[in-house]
């Protein structure tokens, strides 16, 4: 069977899109929801993984970005498990206006 190169076609908001786009290339990726902030809310993004390497890599990547942002205090991110139409999902809050970016993420060495 022929198989055809697909796209997704998805909305998101334009700051927040770059990081979007880095998670979604992961293998058991489905981001769920997410917002670049307001005046009212701060950026977040939600997502459910179904691969527990991909998990770790992730989550260990934004740990180590979060550590290389000493200038902005210690307290720029959070991450929450909860429980979402019976799977575990995960919501990274971003507690300032600047998110990292997917080139940022890639290039930071984890040791």
């Not at 005046?39 to 991909?54: A, D, G, H, R, W």
């Not at 180590?64 to 909860?82: D, F, H, K, M, P």
């Amino acid at each position: 069977m022929l198989k055809h190169k697909t796209i997704s076609i998805i909305e998101v908001d334009e700051v927040i899109e770059p990081l979007i786009q880095w998670l979604n290339k992961f293998t058991g990726i489905t981001t769920l929801n997410s917002c670049q902030g307001t005046k009212e809310q701060l950026p977040y993004v939600m997502f459910t993984c179904s691969n527990l390497i991909t998990l770790r890599y992730i989550l260990s990547r934004l740990n180590r970005y979060i550590n290389s942002c000493t200038s902005l205090g210690n307290n720029i991110a959070s991450a929450e498990v909860q429980l979402f139409n019976d799977q575990l999902s995960f919501c990274i809050r971003f507690h300032c206006q600047e998110l990292p970016s997917s080139m940022i993420l890639e290039t930071i060495p984890i040791f």
